[in-house]
């Protein structure tokens, strides 16, 4: 289950890249620019600003979407099943209803991701897999990554690694770059926001550096979660720590997934604008360069 390939990428991994977004996250962090990808079905995405108030396309397909009295249309959303969901698909004309996610087989998309094989080549880039959580189908990654393995393309994977270790274990073969999140250091904290386990996440952090090819720890610097020198300090602190683990990435909070949150009838419950602290963000730079430990090299990443 997946909901988007995106093509021609420069952020996720070296050279030109195809990113392929898989469905189901086992944490629920609130800043989450995926919400879409939480789910590990499907999703039904809703945008009233483009809904035809003369159309009934939906509602004929549907028992639990209906129009109020205002001519708006509501949708019950605890009663849709996936059969539901996807007889909604291509039926909204205006894509004011849309649908999240779609099953293919291996071979369906090694297809599409070998479309781009020359400039994976050429840029020495290559095929990254996100999600959501993609080691939640650590078989589909697993058997697609070795594949193009196969083909000499690079392989990376974006994780918070809040899996069980045998996911990792089974896709550790076939990746050469872990874009592994770090988010925090403090148990209690982190659990409060993103409900799971950060004595797992640093569990498998620790394993997977003894055994992975490349590591690059990404840091959300999210505003009342992680963003004090305190904070960031210990994160640097246990990157240090890590066998070769030499280049840690903070990512600086933004606001671009909030409508999101709108489309799915979730509440955002973090803040409403982007993270403004590039003192705080040099201090960190500054800390690690210099770290008695190990020198990490910290990029600030828009």
């Known amino acids: ?5 995106q093509r021609f990428s420069t952020h996720d991994g070296d050279g030109i890249r195809s990113i392929l977004f898989l469905k189901g996250c086992s944490l629920a962090c609130p800043w989450c620019q995926n919400p879409e990808s939480r789910s590990p079905d499907l ?12 159309c009934n396309l939906c509602q004929d397909k549907s028992d639990h979407i209906n129009r109020d009295d205002n001519d708006v249309l509501t949708i019950d959303r605890d009663c849709l099943t996936t059969n539901d969901i996807e007889n909604l698909r291509d039926v ?12 293919e087989t291996v071979d369906e998309l090694c297809e599409q991701l070998l479309k781009d ?35 000499g393309i690079n392989t990376a994977v974006e994780t918070c690694l809040h899996v069980p270790w045998k996911n990792i274990e089974k896709v550790l073969p076939h990746i050469d770059c872990w874009l592994t999140d770090l988010k925090h250091t403090d148990n209690d904290i982190f659990l409060s926001w993103a409900h799971g386990s950060l ?6 952090l620790e394993k997977l ?14 505003p009342g979660f992680n963003d004090n020198e305190v904070a960031l300090k210990k994160i640097i602190d246990f990157a240090a720590g ?3 683990c030499d280049e840690l990435h903070l990512l ?42 190990q020198t990490i090299n910290v990029k600030i990443r828009g």
Do not use: W
């Open 1 to 5: 289950m997946y909901f988007n390939i």
């Open 43 to 54: 999703s039904l995405l809703y945008d009233q600003r483009l809904c035809l108030s003369d």
């Open 92 to 103: 909204c004309p205006s894509q004011a209803l849309t649908v999240c996610g779609k099953e």
């Open 117 to 151: 094989k020359p400039f994976y080549l050429q840029s020495e880039g290559g095929v990254t897999f996100s999600g959501g959580e993609p080691l939640l189908q650590p078989d589909m990654v697993s058997a697609i990554a070795s594949r193009m393995h196969e083909e």
């Open 199 to 204: 004595k797992r996440i640093h569990s498998n």
């Open 209 to 222: 550096a003894k055994h992975a090819k490349r590591i690059i720890i990404r840091v959300p610097v999210v």
């Open 242 to 244: 890590l066998d070769n």
């Open 252 to 293: 600086p909070y933004h606001t671009l997934g909030i409508n999101k949150y709108q489309l799915l009838d979730m509440p955002y419950l973090c803040a409403d604008k982007p993270l403004n602290k590039p003192e705080l963000l040099e201090t960190a730079c500054s800390y690690a360069s210099t770290h008695p430990v």
